[in-house]
């Protein structure tokens, strides 16, 4: 007596390609999710604890040239206070859309004056100093007349003394325009360097 054998055939045997559409919707599927996950972890880092950013123009030479790429520290002036020489990210008093790298050269509640291209710092006890300051490729000529800063003011100035526009020209700094200060620089690959223009 003969078997009936009924054969059972796989989908994808009789349409191959709706096991092709199957791949590719699992394909774009965990794209989607990868890129849901990614943001939600690069966003907030992006947002509150560093940054990028590209130099542009020579106010900071010989420390840093156009074209210098850096990660920006958000986070540690939430638990410390901004120190002279740090180099700093911000935003420009009068556009604050635009952002400048300078040097902090004056603190809050000191005086600063500058006297045949040199700083000279009096301090909250009236102590004064002339800062020695060993980053610059060389002393500018200029003075400038003693400024005032306040209790939330930052005196910064570029490197590159003779084309930097900062705080002789536009005024202080107010601490709430301070991005943070420059963590890494990352490129040129020859120059990476952790906190890039630090005092030694």
Same mark, same amino acid.
Request: hydrophobic share 25%.
């Given at each position: 007596? &003969?078997?009936?054998? %009924?054969?059972?055939?796989n989908e994808s045997e009789v349409f191959p390609e709706a096991e092709t559409?199957?791949?590719?919707?699992?394909?774009?599927?965990?794209v989607f999710r990868f890129a849901i996950i990614a943001t939600l972890i690069v966003l907030p880092i992006r947002l509150y604890i560093a940054q990028p950013f590209i130099v542009s123009g020579a106010s900071m030479v010989p420390t840093f040239e156009s074209g210098d790429y850096l990660i920006v520290d958000?986070?540690?002036?939430?638990f410390e206070k901004p120190e002279r020489g740090d180099v700093i990210v911000f935003r420009?008093? &009068?556009?604050?859309? %635009?952002?400048?790298?300078k040097r902090i050269i004056g603190l809050p509640g000191e005086k600063i004056?500058?006297?045949?291209?040199?700083?000279?710092?009096?301090?909250?006890?009236?102590?004064?100093q002339t800062l020695d300051e060993?980053?610059?490729?060389?002393?500018?000529?200029?003075?400038f007349d003693t400024v005032l800063l306040g209790y939330?003011?930052?005196f910064v100035m570029g490197d590159n003394r003779n084309a930097s526009a900062d705080s002789r020209i536009w005024g202080a700094l107010p601490k709430k325009l301070i991005v943070g200060r420059a963590l890494v620089r990352l490129f040129?690959?020859?120059?990476?360097?952790?906190?890039?223009?630090?005092?030694?």
């Open positions: 007596m &003969e078997k009936n054998e %009924t054969e059972q055939t559409l199957k791949q590719e919707s699992s394909f774009w599927g965990e958000e986070v540690s002036y939430r420009f008093p &009068e556009d604050p859309s %635009t952002f400048f790298i004056a500058m006297k045949g291209g040199k700083v000279q710092v009096t301090g909250r006890d009236d102590s004064v060993t980053y610059l490729e060389d002393y500018p000529n200029g003075d939330d003011e930052y040129p690959l020859s120059d990476i360097e952790l906190y890039p223009g630090a005092i030694q």
